[in-house]
């Protein structure tokens, strides 16, 4: 059973940096894109960062977060990280970490691209 698990959200003030994991089991995820989302209530979940490793790592950024957030990968522990730094109010979500069923060719900001999702991880910015 595959299973996927985010922590390390919580609080920080607005300029601050945190840094969210999500540990997956139940299958290798090596060559298959991984991906970080966040949502907020009574809004769409919205597309953070992808990740593929194939050889060397390929990432995308949503334009949100490009240059202030940075998604890695550590295969050999089977967990995906997203370190936020300059954080601002606007960035408070729940984030969901996600992995496509099957490896691809290329990054998908789309949802449905994506078939296994952790339960979230709260992150909060205040002002």
């Known amino acids: 059973q595959v299973q996927l698990v985010e922590s390390g959200g919580g609080l920080v003030q607005a300029g601050g940096s945190l840094s969210v994991s999500c540990a997956v089991s139940g299958h290798t995820f090596t060559r298959h894109a991984m991906g970080w989302f966040r949502q907020v209530p009574g809004k769409e979940r919205e597309f953070v960062a992808a990740?593929?490793?194939?050889?060397?790592?390929?990432?995308y950024y949503a334009d949100s977060v490009k240059g202030r957030f940075t998604i890695s990968r550590d295969n050999a522990k089977n967990t995906v990280y997203l370190q936020m730094h300059s954080l601002k109010p606007e960035d408070t979500a729940v984030y969901y970490c996600?992995?496509?069923?099957?490896?691809?060719?290329?990054?998908?900001?789309?949802?449905?691209?994506?078939?296994?999702w952790g339960q979230g991880t709260q992150v909060t910015v205040s002002s």
């Open positions: 996600a992995a496509e069923r099957n490896p691809r060719i290329g990054l998908s900001s789309s949802p449905l691209h994506y078939y296994y």
């Open positions: 990740i593929r490793w194939s050889g060397s790592d390929s990432t």
